[in-house]
C-alpha cells in the first residue's frame, strides 16, 4: 500500500511557492505608486512603510510570544505521569 507523496511534499514545489509569495509581496509594495495614500501620520508617508510595519510587528509578536512561553511553560508532569 503505497501513498503517493502529497504536491508539498517535494522540494521545487515548496521553492515555487516562496517564489510566488515573494512576487505577490513585491507587487502589493509596488501597488503603492498606483495608489494616492493618505497618511495620518509623517512616517505612513515613507514608501513601503506598511510592508515595513507588518513585519516589525510580525517579528515583535514572534520574540513576546517566546517570552510569554518561557513564563507560562509548565513541566511534562505536570498533569501526572503516564502509565503506559
Known sequence: MTETPHWLDQPRNVKR???GFLVVLA???LAELLVTMHPHFAIESIFGFTAWFGFVVCVA???VVKG???????PD????????
Open 17 to 19: 511557492l516562496w517564489r
Open 27 to 29: 507587487l502589493t509594495v
Open 61 to 63: 509578536m514572534i520574540v
Open 68 to 74: 510569554l512561553a518561557i513564563l507560562l511553560k509548565r
Open 77 to 84: 508532569s505536570y498533569y501526572g505521569h503516564d502509565n503506559d
